[in-house]
């Protein structure tokens, strides 16, 4: 199924409404992604272990002629949206969603001459602001979109590359974990992702494995307040490796987060870190380099269907994203709480932190046990919420465009 009968009928006659005939003759379809362990590791140049969901963002749309973009969206608050694509585009206010399109146009249009835009009725179901990564699956529709629309082709990992610089017009100093796994997706499997140049090794989920996102409601806003904290924690990193490398003890070590995870012993790294950092770095640097170990043994739990054991390092996560890393929150934590209280194996908050979802992993047979007791414990005792709270995550194929 290219897109649910109700969304496509939708986005056909929001198509017709605003921009008539001709029918539009592509649709473009870019999944959201849960991540399932490897946090804040991405811009260390450190792997993570997401996959991509089965709800996504799609633009119906029709080519033109002229390099303009014309946007309308399903969801009227977010309204219309027109520009020109150039190589330097003037963003829309900051936190509006049509800014996920002109990143895509403008890095595109630094490489490549764009001749053609298109004209687009736009709908989403990813849950917005909830670390789920609805703005970078926008923006990866948009660049499938373009390039189709004026026959450009590249391979995939220069694809995911090109898109995760293109998000920085937003101003995030992000990684590269979200636009790689909106386009590298693959159904029934999560995906351990290295970065610089990236690298997938898809793995496959047992059939028995269910991953529960359940969303805080409080929004995290990753263009909006939450987007300092972000980028603070991104300059932590590199100061403490700086200051880590720059300490005698660590004299002859190698000089990346990576090669430091892979080439040396954990207890060590920390050892020395003792010595070399303190306080709010020291924190950042355990952080990096304990979530780093963490995903290539959580990929040799899912080898091996080791549920509890992929669970437990889901536990260590959280622990250290809260204790060290100083993202969580109240609400994160008591969803990770009930999760874990009512059979999950393990849980932790899913995306950059701050409000946004956590996900736990049950087994099939305990996950309605598990949405029970997050319905009773959290979402019965909270104000009445639009929108979706929690749904079991489908690991889905990557963004595609499809002729109509
Ligand atoms: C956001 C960023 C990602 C990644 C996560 C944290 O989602 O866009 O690149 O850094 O936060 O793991």
């Known amino acids: 199924m290219i897109l649910e009968p109700e969304r496509l009928d939708g986005l056909r006659a929001l198509f017709a409404q605003n921009f008539g005939l001709p029918s539009p003759s592509l649709l473009s379809r870019a999944?959201?992604?849960?991540?399932?362990?490897?946090?804040?590791?991405?811009?260390?140049?450190?792997?993570?272990?997401?996959?991509?969901?089965?709800?996504?963002?799609?633009?119906?749309?029709?080519?033109?002629?002229d390099a303009r973009v014309r946007l309308v969206n399903r969801d009227r608050r977010y309204g219309t949206r027109e520009f020109a694509i150039s190589d330097a585009i003037e963003p829309f206010a900051q936190g509006d969603w049509g800014n996920y399109v002109k990143a895509a146009a403008q890095k595109l249009a630094s490489r490549f001459e764009l001749r053609c835009g298109f004209d687009a009725a736009v709908d989403g179901n990813v849950p917005l602001a909830?670390?789920?990564?609805?703005?970078?699956?926008?923006?990866?529709?948009?660049?499938?979109?373009?390039?189709?629309v004026n026959g450009l082709e590249l391979p995939?990992?220069?694809l995911q590359e090109l898109a995760a610089q293109a998000e920085r017009y937003v101003g995030v100093?992000?990684?590269?974990?979200?636009?790689?796994?909106s386009l590298g997706g693959r159904a029934q499997h999560a995906l351990v992702i290295d970065f610089a140049p990236v690298r997938m090794q898809p793995t496959r989920m047992p059939g028995d494995w269910r991953f529960v996102v359940s969303n805080t409601l409080v929004m995290a806003e990753k263009s909006g307040a939450?987007?300092?904290?972000?980028?603070?924690?991104?300059?932590?990193?590199?100061?403490?490796?700086?200051?880590?490398?720059?300490?005698?003890d660590a004299a002859g070590l190698p000089d990346s987060y990576y090669a430091l995870v892979h080439g040396v012993a954990?207890?060590?790294?920390?050892?020395?870190?003792?010595?070399a950092l303190g306080g709010v770095l020291l924190q950042r640097f355990r952080h990096v380099v304990s979530e780093g170990a963490r995903v290539e043994q959580a990929r040799q739990a899912m080898l091996g269907g080791d549920a509890a054991g992929f669970g437990r390092l889901m536990d260590a996560s959280h622990a250290s994203l809260r204790e060290d890393y100083e993202v969580s929150s109240t609400e994160l934590d008591l969803l990770v709480e009930i999760a874990r209280e009512s059979g999950a194996l393990g849980a932790r908050l899913t995306g950059a932190g701050f409000g946004g979802c956590s996900v736990a992993l049950c087994l099939a047979d305990d996950a309605q046990?598990?949405?029970?007791?997050?319905?009773?414990?959290?979402?019965?005792?909270?104000?009445?919420?639009?929108g979706e709270a929690l749904f079991v995550a489908e690991a889905s194929d990557g963004a595609r465009v499809f002729e109509l």
Request: net charge positive; with cysteine; glycine share 8%.
């Open 31 to 65: 999944p959201g992604r849960v991540n399932l362990i490897g946090e804040h590791t991405d811009y260390n140049g450190l792997p993570v272990f997401p996959m991509a969901l089965q709800r996504n963002v799609a633009y119906l749309l029709r080519p033109r002629t």
């Open 130 to 148: 909830a670390g789920l990564s609805s703005s970078s699956a926008t923006l990866v529709g948009a660049l499938l979109a373009l390039m189709r």
């Open 156 to 158: 995939l990992a220069e």
């Open 173 to 181: 100093a992000g990684g590269g974990m979200d636009q790689a796994i």
């Open 226 to 248: 939450a987007r300092e904290a972000y980028n603070a924690r991104t300059r932590e990193c590199r100061e403490a490796l700086e200051r880590f490398r720059a300490h005698p």
């Open 266 to 275: 954990l207890p060590r790294l920390l050892e020395i870190a003792g010595h």
């Open 369 to 386: 046990r598990v949405v029970d007791a997050l319905h009773r414990r959290y979402y019965a005792v909270r104000p009445p919420f639009e």
